[in-house]
């Protein structure tokens, strides 16, 4: 029997991490789509071959577990990375929190050419890898994609979608979304996310010197002035949510797709494209529309907003130092004022829980004859929503990425380090959403006054 190849590996797929909160839905979400082309093989890796075990068990209930493979490998243990790397086309990586444990699976598949896709919500570690790996994936051919759950795609296809409203002459200036977590029970994160956004607040110095270390990026034209800043605190009417800004992975993610858009206007060329497809790429682009972009997180009450303040300012004032941050971490579900537990959410409290994010976009209703400082005249609200974010809709979301790349990878480019929106955005990404649980919608269309 022939030795498997680096062009023939195995497995389709590999989910490193896949005993972890979010893995084990990882997990559950691919087995619907196990030996149905293009997933005809993959499998499990981690450090605990007992813990992945009984994740494919509990997985697979109330079915018998498939003869799923089990494989050891450690973060800590570059050459388990790369023995890893070796069998399969493509790693779906849920170890986090990933400035802790990212480097070096991203490092791994940057030297051996495998693709990577992870659900990471931390800027920090993102822009980090663009720096160290972008070169070295671009040369061996590896596709390494972050930002690959509701962190952050929602926001990018959502904001894509809204783009599309604004049919010629009208153009947007700029769209705000608005995210609403909505359950019939409590609302409850696993203690995975919390961390990683506690390490977030004490490295943002760390963001800033990486940025302040790198080139400038290429940045979008955008018809009318930049939108004004606007209150701490906004009661949005139409939505009937009370917002406040969200310090999330969104925004940023989106700016990398707009600086990478500016840089290659008609997208990103696939490694073996075909006509058709270069066709479809370069007007998808062309007919996209960038725009400012902000995200806010909303509540039906003013003392929910009042809430959210406040664990942002125990993270703010207390990851700052090392004792804080102990403390933020030993004792989450009193910091978090109960929205975070070491445990996570049950599997009842994941069920009951959804999200909507509310895309609103202002612009222009011609913009052939706009003139400096102009106000905008047109208000164009879209939305996006889906089950609950962590557990539910990250699967969907990584999972249905994953199957794009394994089935259309030739389209997709050669390697490198990208954002999500600026690969997938051409793609079927949205409708196969669509069709998993996910809805994509106009809500409104209207002309403003004054």
């Not at 069998?87 to 051996?112: M, Q, S, W, Y």
């Not at 047109?378 to 990584?398: A, D, K, S």
């Amino acid at each position: 029997m022939a030795e498997p190849t680096q062009n023939h590996p195995p497995y389709d797929l590999i989910i490193l991490g896949a005993s972890g909160f979010t893995g084990k839905y990882v997990v559950k979400e691919a087995l619907k789509f196990f030996n149905h082309p293009p997933l005809n093989s993959f499998a499990l890796a981690g450090r605990n071959s007992t813990k992945l075990s009984d994740t494919l068990r509990w997985a697979a209930h109330p079915n018998p577990p498939p003869p799923i493979p089990i494989l050891s490998a450690d973060t800590t243990d570059p050459s388990s990375l790369r023995r890893l790397c070796s069998e399969t086309k493509l790693i779906l990586n849920c170890v986090g929190p990933f400035r802790l444990h990212g480097d070096p699976v991203v490092a791994a598949c940057a030297e051996t050419g495998c693709d990577y896709l992870d659900i990471c919500g931390e800027p920090e570690f993102m822009e980090r890898m663009e720096a160290n790996y972008h070169e070295k994936a671009l040369e061996k051919g590896a596709l390494v994609i972050s930002a690959c759950g509701f962190d952050s795609i929602p926001a990018e296809l959502g904001l894509m979608f809204n783009s599309r409203q604004w049919e010629a002459p009208t153009v947007p200036n700029n769209v705000e979304a608005y995210l609403s977590l909505e359950s019939d029970k409590r609302i409850v994160g696993n203690f995975g996310t919390y961390e990683s956004a506690v390490l977030g607040v004490a490295n943002m110095s760390k963001l800033q010197e990486l940025r302040r270390s790198r080139p400038k990026r290429a940045r979008p034209v955008i018809p009318g002035p930049p939108p004004a800043k606007g209150p701490t605190i906004e009661h949005q009417k139409d939505i009937n949510l009370w917002a406040v800004r969200l310090p999330s992975a969104d925004s940023i993610v989106v700016r990398r797709t707009l600086a990478t858009l500016a840089e290659n206007p008609h997208g990103l060329q696939g490694m073996n494209e075909s006509a058709e497809w270069r066709e479809t790429r370069e007007a998808f682009w062309s007919a996209f529309k960038p725009a400012h972009f902000g995200v806010k997180i909303g509540t039906k009450s003013v003392f929910g907003i009042f809430r959210i303040i406040m664990v942002g300012v125990f993270m703010g004032v207390m990851g700052r130092t090392g004792l804080g941050r102990w403390l933020l971490l030993k004792f989450p579900s009193l910091f978090s004022l109960g929205w975070f537990k070491k445990k996570g959410p049950t599997e009842e409290e994941v069920r009951s829980a959804s999200f909507k994010m509310w895309f609103v976009g202002h612009g222009f209703s011609d913009s052939s004859s706009l003139v400096p400082q102009q106000k905008p005249n047109m208000e164009i609200v879209t939305r996006v929503m889906g089950p609950e974010i962590g557990y539910l809709t990250t699967p969907i979301i990584l999972v249905q990425s994953a199957l794009i790349v394994l089935s259309q990878r030739e389209n997709l480019p050669k390697g490198g380090v990208f954002p999500p929106g600026i690969v997938f955005g051409p793609t079927d990404l949205q409708q196969r959403l669509q069709e998993n649980g996910m809805s994509f919608d106009v809500v409104s269309k209207k002309t403003l006054s004054g």
